[in-house]
């Protein structure tokens, strides 16, 4: 993940663990949106990682390549002023079409704060 | 809530706003560009930081998600004659084609429903042509003061 710029902005790290690499984003002011909390374009961009990172880990090619068709983000809880984790989980990956699911959490995975559906295009 | 003489928009400039509020927008380089009674206009000017595939030179579209975010969630407090306390509930985006590497990507909201508690957006990206989007968006806005 760290060669990608964009990940490294977010200073993302990567947990391994079971499944998809679970990606960690720390707190600073670069992910302030209203006072306290993390903007939700933070979130949005963490959750949009850690769906490459499980795309990436299912495809296991590099040669591979992909784009994002669309993603759809659910707020459920107010990102708080701490890190933030997500993971990517791959429920269907074609020969064309990835569809990939990502959820973020603070204190427990159980208390996800956003999740997300994404649609990738592949080409292999 | 808005019954409540307690809580009440507070008039804001967008300009002024974006000029002096650091936070993600801030990392992300986003600028303000237009603004109307119901719709935002911002710019992310390009920058290599925000490449999401180092082979092909494009931006990734968490920073487009970021962009939009901000330019519809701003609509809402334009329509609304104010800033209130809002948490964005959900956002779809539609990555219409990559972005050029190089060029602005300017990002307009549009509010075009609200009622007590919910701002209804939509909104589109764009890197020079508004007839050429590169992104389409549809949303909604929760207003918090209130509820917690």
């Keep these: 993940m760290i060669e990608i710029p ?119 | 809530m808005s019954d409540d003489p307690e809580i009440r928009p507070i008039p804001f400039d967008p300009k002024a706003l974006l000029e002096h509020v650091p936070g993600h927008g801030r990392l992300l380089g986003i600028e303000y560009h237009a603004h109307g009674e119901d719709w935002m206009e911002l710019a992310l000017p390009y920058d290599p930081r925000q490449i999401g595939q180092p082979d092909r030179g494009v931006i990734a579209s968490g920073p487009i998600l970021s962009l939009m975010d901000s330019a519809t969630s701003m609509s809402v407090w334009l329509k609304r004659g104010g800033m209130l306390p809002q948490a964005t509930l959900d956002l779809r985006i539609d990555y219409l084609r990559p972005a050029t590497p190089g060029r602005t990507v300017i990002g307009r909201g549009e509010c075009y429903r609200v009622t007590r508690s919910i701002g209804f957006v939509r909104g589109q990206a764009h890197d020079g042509d508004p007839d050429d989007p590169i992104a389409h968006v549809a949303g909604t806005f929760m207003t918090t003061a209130g509820f917690q």
């Design chain 1, 6 to 124: 964009y990940a490294e902005l977010l200073g993302l790290e990567v947990e391994q663990g079971e499944g998809a690499p679970v990606l960690v984003m720390p707190f600073d002011d670069g992910k302030i949106g209203r006072p306290g909390f993390i903007h939700g374009g933070a979130i949005g961009g963490l959750l949009e990682m850690a769906a490459v990172a499980a795309l990436m880990a299912a495809l296991d090619d590099e040669s591979a390549r992909w784009k994002p068709i669309n993603v759809t983000v659910d707020y459920m809880r107010g990102g708080r002023d701490q890190v933030t984790r997500a993971q990517g989980a791959v429920t269907r990956l074609g020969t064309r079409i990835a569809n990939v699911e990502s959820r973020a959490w603070q204190e427990s995975p159980d208390k996800p704060i956003a999740a997300a559906r994404m649609n990738f295009l592949i080409r292999r």
